[in-house]
């Protein structure tokens, strides 16, 4: 198998709604954008799937050390061998995959968060690097395509929590904000334990409120200029917008089921956006 080839198999089977944006890249841009969501999956699949912290952080340093390695010349992983050409003609960065690793890393320490100020650094290492990464891949222009970027990436990781609280309870994970929390009565053991109530679906309804907030932000920062040339970014909104949609008209079932959009769902939406240049 190549390294194009497990990065291309990495990504297809995460059934992630990125990979139906990437479809409508020109190969070059698709492949970079490919390979950096696939390494974003290796060091995120570390903290979800090993069981032992030790281990965990071992394997964390190991990528650490492979990504300063494959900026010198000397990948190892087949991640890594098909990242580099894609980081050197986009111009991507060591220390910007290094911020994805301390952003997984944090899973390993920290399990909640006082307010949303707390929780901005998480969301910043996870997430606002990863859209500013991705913008450059797409094919930025503007300078000013960063602060959306950024800040659509936070929008996609607050849908991504409001999405897996039921999961992330499961792991002793809560990220939605104790301030908020408290001021709904919400107590961190009804979570943990997935009990719902109305104080809950008050929260949800606030944090979807707040959410979508974050993709309005995000939109009125896109240049005119690079609109078309972030045309992944903006079907990849789409498609997160519309999961937002469905939590909220479902009532925020989110400690009993997974909300999901069908395959076919989200090809719809990014191709929606691809042809015809609207939500």
């Given at each position: 198998m190549t390294p194009q080839e497990y990065v291309q198999q990495k990504t297809a089977a995460s059934g992630s709604s990125f990979y139906y944006a990437f479809l409508f890249l020109p190969?070059?841009?698709?492949?970079?954008?490919?390979?950096?969501?696939?390494?974003?999956?290796?060091?995120?699949?570390?903290v979800d799937e090993v069981n032992e912290p030790d281990v965990a952080q071992a394997k964390l340093a190991w990528w650490r050390q492979e990504v300063a390695q494959a900026?010198?010349?000397?990948?190892?992983?087949?991640?890594?061998?098909?990242?580099?050409?894609?980081?050197?003609?986009?111009?991507?960065?060591a220390d910007q995959l290094l911020a994805v690793i301390e952003g997984c890393q944090m899973d390993l320490t920290q399990t909640r968060y006082l307010d949303r100020t707390g929780l901005e650094r998480y969301c910043h290492l996870v997430a606002g690097v990863v859209g500013e990464v991705s913008a450059r891949i797409f094919g930025q222009t503007d300078p000013a395509t960063t602060a959306y970027a950024h800040r659509l990436g936070l929008a996609f990781q607050w849908t991504?929590?409001?999405?897996?609280?039921?999961?992330?309870?499961?792991?002793?994970?809560?990220?939605?904000?104790?301030?908020?929390?408290?001021?709904?009565?919400?107590?961190?053991?009804?979570?943990?334990?997935?009990?719902?109530?109305?104080?809950?679906?008050?929260?949800?309804?606030?944090?979807?409120?707040?959410?979508?907030?974050?993709?309005?932000?995000?939109?009125?920062?896109?240049?005119?200029?690079?609109?078309?040339?972030?045309?992944?970014?903006?079907?990849?909104?789409?498609?997160?917008?519309?999961?937002?949609?469905?939590?909220?008209?479902?009532?925020?079932?989110?400690?009993?089921?997974?909300?999901?959009?069908?395959?076919?769902?989200?090809?719809?939406?990014?191709?929606?956006?691809?042809?015809?240049?609207?939500?």
């Open positions: 190969p070059p841009r698709r492949k970079a954008i490919t390979a950096f969501y696939a390494f974003c999956r290796e060091v995120d699949d570390i900026f010198a010349g000397q990948a190892q992983h087949p991640v890594m061998h098909a990242l580099m050409p894609g980081a050197q003609a986009y111009g991507l960065r991504n929590i409001l999405r897996d609280v039921g999961e992330d309870a499961l792991r002793g994970r809560i990220y939605l904000p104790i301030e908020d929390l408290q001021r709904h009565e919400v107590r961190a053991h009804e979570i943990l334990n997935r009990v719902d109530s109305e104080r809950f679906q008050r929260l949800m309804a606030e944090l979807c409120h707040y959410t979508q907030s974050l993709y309005d932000e995000a939109l009125a920062l896109l240049p005119a200029a690079d609109r078309r040339a972030q045309k992944p970014g903006l079907m990849m909104c789409s498609i997160y917008r519309t999961l937002l949609d469905e939590l909220e008209q479902g009532g925020f079932p989110v400690l009993r089921e997974r909300v999901a959009l069908t395959p076919l769902r989200k090809f719809w939406l990014a191709w929606k956006m691809q042809a015809l240049g609207r939500f």
